[in-house]
Every structure is written in structure tokens, then in C-alpha cells.
């Protein structure tokens, strides 16, 4: 295999890595931008997401089950994400050290809730058949590299998400609620914006999303009940990296993590690599404690 | 009488700063807030808009009992709130700005949305020019006008009106009082405002009440006294 070639396809693993940082990173960036909560039990609602994707398609097995697993695992884990808002988060709004320990014990009890219900080893989701096929290239200097379907099936997902959250951000009455919330958020609702349900909205937004990475994630592998937790910490890097809770910089720090976790797999194996990738962001933080967009007042930006 | 305050209190932590005021605004009056800084005058116009709670007595508006009515429920009820410091959202354009004041007509029977209304524009033709301009570029005097027109948006049925002229430049000064006067003639907006310009309030508003340490201590007429008699409890 030509060196182009597999730098080319570790690159593109790179991307589709991101892509699952950015579905997972999303709705945390968005909650913590506007309300300054971090929600431990984010990694269950990707976890939500998967067993939704299984169920989905027990009951709609064929070609189109994964499509309409979408948007089931999107309702599923706004409307739990709904009521955790409603339960929990809003009730704790002015303690953020309880809201992490108390979404922390929810992230626990919805864990041991999928271990009752499913077991400990987990359920499989098979690919649809239209995603199993590879795209090779047998020439050229490109000649040995493979881009799998599914991967390719990531990166659109991902792209769509956030090209339509940014929409709905920028472009509707909704988004710019959300986003004068954001930036005043007394004055916001003394011009009569309900700033309680835009929180709601938005909470609940970030939870769907993560659910719609769930059953990506349910591709890529077996569903446990832990299964979010891989993701959760490289999404808290992310978010961090990114500036607590700005779009762009979200996603420009999913992509640095995924290409940094992808490129340096080439060198160090997996667990070396988790290590590099935690001191990289130490050291990010150091020199920019921003993160990539500098926010507060600036986050939900564009 | 449009809005009735009634013992309202209020209080940082816990140190009280409102105590017992009682105040009214009849409907079509402009009333002018006046007195020394830091005597509570902003203090009470969050208040009234719910940006502040109430740790004692009522607020009643057109009739009805806010007192336990969130801000964004105040301001969809007619009470439009013009900050102190102005406080337009910085990162939003001038445009966006004005809508989010359209928030105030949601669930309001009395009023359709059409966009924002062309007097906004008209009273401030200078918004027209900057438009698309984030607010947080703008002057001074643009802010303003741009909190006023933000509040307009709403269709208020009482402006609530903090310093509009403070820390604004001489010239910008007189556009926005101007701005303000025809507010009240062709609008026939009923208005609070907390004035620091004797002169001005009393061409401006039908009746003033004076406030210190956290009461209102004196209120009358501007048409029957004159500014001369109060300005020892305002001046300094
Ligand atoms: N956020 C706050 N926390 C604690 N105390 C405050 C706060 N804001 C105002 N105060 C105090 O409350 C009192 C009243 O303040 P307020 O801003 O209502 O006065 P004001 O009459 O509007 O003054 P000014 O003319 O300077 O605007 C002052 O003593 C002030 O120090
Ligand atoms: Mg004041």
C-alpha cells in the first residue's frame, strides 16, 4: 500500500472520528453554553440511542430500518433529556458542583437500568446492506485505500446534524432566542422570551443528537450498556478545547481530536494514544485557556 | 391606574434597598423617577419589568396581579423595559435585536405580529442605516436608540425608561429626547422613567416622584410645582 494512500485513509478515519465527536460534543457544548451545566449522564443518551437503533429494528428489520432508527432515537433521547431538564438539571440550576454529582448517579442508574433490561454484553445492530460496501482504489497513488460506507454514512450524518443545528441556530426566531438567552439572559426575558423553555429546548436538542450518534455508534459496533462512556471523555475534551460552548469551536476541536487520535494510531497503539491526546489538550489549554473560540458572551456563534 | 405598586420591597442578599414604596402610573401619563445615585431608582424599575424579585408587596398591571409573574410573563402583558446601561445583546445585529423584542407578542390577543412596526424606524431613522450592524459596535446613543426601539417592538403598553440620556453624547441627547416626545404624542405611550435632568423631566412628564434611600419620599405635580422646589433633594 502506497504511503499517500494509508496517510489519506488514516486521515479519513480521522474525520469520521470527528464526526462522532461532534454528535456527541453538540448537545453538551450547547447546554453548557447557555446554562453552564455539564450533564454526566450525557454518554447514556448515545447509550439510549444504540438500544433504540436495536429495537427500531427489531420491529422495521430491512433496508430502511436504520432511517427511521433516527429519528426514534432523537425523540427518545430528547424526550429523556426532557425530563432529566425538568427533574433534575433545572432544579439544581444555581448548584453546578450537585447537578454533576446528581447527573453523574442518573448516568449510573440508566446504566444498571440497560444492564437489567439487556444484559451486561451488549446487542448487536447489523449494518443495512447498502452500507456494507467499501470504496477501493486499486491505482495510482491512492492504490490499497478503502473507505468504507459507513464511514462515509458518518461523515454525511455529522455534516447534516450540524449544518441543520447551525440552521436552526442562526436562521430561525428559535436560534436567535437561544442565542440573545445566551448573551443576556435577564434582558432576554424582560422583551417577554420565555428563557425556562428555550433551556428546556435546547437541552433537549443537545440529548437528541447524542441519541442520533447512539445509533452511528451502533454500527460501528455492539451496544452496551457502557458504550457511551468511551466517547463522553473524548467529548468533554472536546467541548473544552473547543470553548465551552461554541459551534465552530466545537467542531473545529472534534476534528483536531479526531485527527490527532487518528493520526498518532499510526505510531503508539490505542492507549498511549488516549494518553498523548489528554496531555495535547493540557498543553492546548495552556497556551489558549479560550479554547479554539473564545466564548461567554461570544458561544452559539455562527 | 395602568400599573399600582404596592409596599413593594426589595433587596440584594441581604441588604434591603427598596422599602414600602407604593406608586402608581395612570394610563397616558408620563411619570418622571428622580433622585440621587444609588438611592434605588433602578432597583425598582427591575421590579416592575421582573428582572428582580419582589421580597414584599404587589405589583398589579392593567388591572391584574404580576406580583409573581416572570419577566418574560411582565413583558408579554404590555410592560416594555428600557435598562439602564442600555444592554443590547452585543453579538446580535441591530435587525436581530429588534426581533427579539417581537417576543413580547406572543400569547397577546390585542396585538398581531407584522414584523417590526415602520414608526420604529421612523423615529429612529438612524437604525435603517445600521441594520445589519452588530450591536455591540455601535455607539452610545445608536445602543440606545436601539434599546428603545427594541422595547417598542413589543408594543408595550408602558415603557419603562432607565437614563435613557445617560452618558450619551450633548447633540444625541436631544435627537433621543425628541424621539421620546413623540413617543408620547403620537404613540400615546404611557411611561416611567428615571430622569437625572430635572429640566427635562419636567418638560417631559406630567408628574415625578422623588425617591431616597430606598423610598419614595416626595411626589406631585410638574404642572403645579416648579423643579426649583425639588432640586435640593436631587442635587448633590
Ligand atoms: N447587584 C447588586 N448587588 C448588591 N447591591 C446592589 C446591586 N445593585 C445595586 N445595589 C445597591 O442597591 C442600591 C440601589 O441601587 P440602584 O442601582 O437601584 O440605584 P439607582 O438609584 O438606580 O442609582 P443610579 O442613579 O446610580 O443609577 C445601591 O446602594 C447599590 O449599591
Ligand atoms: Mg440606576
Known sequence: MHETAFLIGQIFNGFSVASLFIMAALGLALSFGLMRVINMAHGEMLMLGGYLAYLTLLVVPGPLGILVAMPVAFIGAALLGAVLELTVIHRLSARPLDTLLATWGVSLILQQAARNLFGAIGVQVVAPSWLNHTISFSTGILSGLTLPDTRLFILAVAALILGGVALLINKTRLGLYVRAVNQDRPIAAALGVNARLIDLCVFALGTGVAGLAGVILALLGPVTPTVGQSYIVPAFLVVILGGLGSLVGTTIASIMVGLFTALIEIYVDVSVAQVLLLAFVILFIQIRPQGVIAVRSRALEG | ?236
Open chain 2, 1 to 236: 391606574m395602568l400599573l399600582e405598586l404596592e409596599s413593594a420591597c426589595a433587596a440584594y442578599g441581604q441588604s434591603q434597598v427598596l422599602w414600602n414604596v407604593d406608586m402608581g402610573v395612570t394610563q397616558g401619563d408620563a411619570v418622571a423617577l428622580i433622585g440621587r445615585n444609588g438611592v434605588g431608582k433602578t432597583t425598582l424599575l427591575n421590579t416592575i419589568a421582573g428582572v428582580q424579585k419582589l421580597t414584599g408587596g404587589r405589583l398589579r398591571f392593567g388591572g391584574d396581579d404580576l406580583t409573581s409573574t416572570p419577566a418574560h410573563g411582565r413583558a408579554r402583558a404590555g410592560i416594555g423595559f428600557v435598562p439602564q446601561g442600555r444592554h443590547v445583546f452585543p453579538h446580535l445585529s441591530v435587525m436581530e435585536n429588534l426581533t427579539v423584542g417581537l417576543a413580547a407578542l406572543a400569547g397577546r390577543k390585542a396585538v398581531k405580529e407584522s414584523g417590526i412596526a415602520s414608526h420604529i424606524f421612523d423615529l429612529f431613522p438612524k437604525l435603517t442605516q445600521i441594520r445589519n450592524r452588530k450591536a455591540g459596535l455601535l455607539s452610545g446613543g445608536e445602543q440606545q436608540q436601539l434599546a428603545i426601539g427594541r422595547a417598542l417592538a413589543g408594543q408595550p403598553r408602558l415603557l419603562l425608561l432607565d437614563e435613557p440620556t445617560e452618558g450619551i453624547q450633548p447633540n444625541v441627547v436631544q435627537q433621543i429626547e425628541a424621539a421620546l416626545r413623540r413617543i408620547r404624542t403620537e404613540l400615546g405611550m404611557t411611561i416611567l422613567i428615571v430622569e437625572q435632568y430635572l429640566d427635562f423631566a419636567w418638560s417631559f412628564a406630567e408628574s415625578y416622584h422623588v425617591m431616597q434611600r430606598g423610598q419614595i419620599i416626595r411626589s406631585g405635580s410638574t404642572q403645579t410645582e416648579s423643579a426649583d422646589e425639588i432640586s435640593h433633594l436631587v442635587n448633590i
